[in-house]
């Protein structure tokens, strides 16, 4: 991106409420502790980096924040009138989509699992604009130069091809099952497989979670894939589905090996599991014969 700043007018002082968000942005402001610490280091030593903007598109006069939104609402807050900026005048817009998007992965310490999915997708739109294929999320690539936008991105992001694939998956979830993925009550693999759902099947695992705080497991969630594929998911087999118990939800008995192994030093796990088995067969059996003999 540093050949863009070939192309700035620097500017200063530039009025705050002349200035808003790109509509396009995926980033989501959080007045969380990292912007409270953000408000106070540029209360103490002032807004050290510029805010990159670029003209807004319909009025004159506006400016559309490329970067450093979270500067910018900070310097709102602290009643700054005026900030320092960089115009882009004459940066693209699909120039300033990915730079926008490339400065907010770049430089937030935490981006939510749906919003990164987000910004990769809307970055590789724009890439298919400037002549990479478009459909690389869906399908499998080859290794020729320009079809790689899917690995650029992760390798820009530190990230595997599969890994921005299923993160732009979540794009296609219901908003509200989107929350539950960044609240991680939803784990990326699962979320992933619902994302195939159609919305109303999808408000349907929405409303059941609501009703009975039960999230699906992977296995649940791709078994609902498959049948809504064949086109058998129903509301019922969507509960049935979900009803069936998790395997963390079924209760296990641990006993130390060592606790076991003394009575069978040379038996392999699957002996030893059978060997428990019938030793407990056969201490049944003796209880029920000395019940029997007390009566």
């Not at 807004?47 to 670029?54: F, M, N, T």
């Not at 693209?92 to 907010?104: G, H, K, P, Q, Y």
């Not at 478009?134 to 020729?144: F, I």
Request: charged share 30%; proline share 6%.
């Amino acid at each position: 991106m540093s050949n863009y700043f070939d192309k700035f007018q620097r500017t200063f002082l530039y009025d705050t409420d002349r200035m808003m968000p790109m509509p396009e942005s995926p980033f989501v402001f959080r007045p969380n502790a990292s912007f409270r610490n953000l408000v106070g280091s540029i209360e103490q030593y002032g807004l050290l980096e510029p805010i990159v903007v670029i003209p807004h598109p319909k009025y004159s006069g506006k400016y559309e924040i490329v970067s450093g939104v979270r500067r910018w609402m900070a310097c709102r807050e602290l009643d700054y009138t005026n900030i320092s900026c960089i115009v882009a005048d004459n940066m693209t817009r699909d120039e300033a989509l990915i730079f926008m998007v490339d400065s907010n992965l770049c430089n937030r310490d935490y981006i939510p699992q749906t919003e990164k999915g987000k910004a990769y997708k809307l970055k590789l739109e724009v890439m298919a604009r400037q002549g990479y294929r478009s459909d690389l999320y869906e399908t499998c690539t080859q290794p020729v130069h320009k079809l790689k936008s899917v690995e650029r991105i992760g390798e820009e992001n530190d990230e595997s091809r599969e890994t921005v694939r299923r993160l732009i998956r979540l794009t296609e979830l219901i908003p509200e099952l989107q929350e539950l993925v960044d609240d991680r009550r939803i784990a990326l693999g699962p979320a992933v497989e619902l994302s195939y759902l159609p919305e109303d099947m999808q408000r349907a695992v929405y409303d059941y979670y609501t009703e009975n705080e039960v999230t699906p497991s992977y296995s649940q969630a791709n078994k609902m894939k498959k049948q809504s594929a064949a086109g058998t998911l129903t509301p019922q087999a969507m509960t049935d589905i979900l009803n069936q118990p998790k395997p963390n939800q079924v209760e296990t008995l641990k006993i130390p090996m060592e606790d076991v192994r003394k009575y069978r030093p040379n038996y392999s796990v699957p002996q030893l599991q059978d060997f428990i088995r019938k030793a407990c067969e056969h201490y049944a059996k003796y209880l029920r014969n000395r019940d029997r003999g007390a009566r």
